[in-house]
């Protein structure tokens, strides 16, 4: 371990702990579910999605936009079941998390881009509040990755020194965002990596430093 001891793991969600809340595949499986055209709802997506991923509508009047902008033979409630009943958890990566907290007492922080819906139900359904202290979600603070105004947010409600904090994330410019703050961040590739990355940090599961 060099450096400062950590305080404060910050984590991604979506391909952390969690498959990915709404991405490319799972609009693509839901527009086969449902018979929808998915060229016509990646584009109709990719055009209002950071309006709702940043707080500025909710989940039936993004659906609106990209899917019941014509008659439907199926309702909101339908689509939003069949999409958050496709969300998984990674138990690895959070009994990982929930390790290294109870060992080490550090706080853990989900930092994420997710609209408000989809998160709530992912902290219900997979009891996440069991162990994360503080929810940074674009839909509650209204900044997206990779803007760095997230991760200022995250650090001043955590009242954490962005050295202390390592950072589990996924995407690689979203770990350049974070290491330009001197957020100690760790790109997740896989459990045993990130094991070994935060070991090297000084969050190792037992006393021999694995």
């Known amino acids: 371990m060099t450096g400062k001891p950590i305080t404060h793991l910050f984590t991604d969600l979506g391909g952390v702990l969690l498959t990915n809340g709404w991405d490319r595949e799972l609009r693509?499986?839901?527009?086969?579910h449902f018979g929808?055209?998915?060229?016509?709802?990646?584009?109709?997506?990719?055009?209002?999605?950071?309006?709702?991923?940043?707080?500025?509508?909710?989940?039936?009047?993004?659906l609106d936009r990209v899917v019941f902008y014509q008659p439907r033979a199926f309702s909101h409630d339908d689509v939003?079941?069949?999409?958050?009943?496709?969300?998984?958890?990674?138990?690895?990566?959070?009994?990982?998390?929930?390790?290294?907290?109870?060992?080490?007492?550090?706080?853990?922080?989900?930092?994420?881009?997710?609209?408000?819906e989809l998160t709530a139900d992912r902290i219900r359904r997979f009891q996440l509040d069991d162990f994360v202290d503080f929810f940074i979600v674009s839909s509650y603070v209204h900044f997206r990755?990779?803007?760095?105004?997230?991760?200022?947010?995250?650090?001043?409600?955590?009242?954490?020194?962005?050295?202390?904090?390592?950072?589990?994330?996924?995407?690689?410019?979203?770990?350049?965002?974070?290491?330009?703050?001197?957020?100690q961040a760790i790109w997740h590739r896989g459990y045993e990596s990130t094991r070994g990355r935060l070991a090297d940090l000084g969050l190792a599961l037992d006393a021999g430093g694995a």
């Open 36 to 62: 929808i055209d998915s060229a016509a709802m990646d584009e109709r997506h990719h055009l209002t999605y950071d309006t709702y991923e940043s707080g500025k509508m909710g989940l039936a009047a993004y």
């Open 80 to 116: 939003i079941a069949f999409i958050l009943g496709q969300a998984r958890a990674f138990p690895e990566m959070i009994d990982l998390v929930r390790r290294l907290k109870a060992r080490h007492g550090i706080k853990v922080a989900v930092v994420s881009n997710e609209g408000r």
């Open 145 to 183: 990755k990779p803007d760095e105004d997230i991760f200022r947010v995250a650090l001043d409600i955590a009242q954490a020194d962005p050295q202390r904090v390592a950072y589990i994330e996924d995407r690689p410019m979203f770990v350049e965002a974070a290491a330009s703050l001197g957020i």
């Open 28 to 32: 693509h499986r839901t527009a086969e």
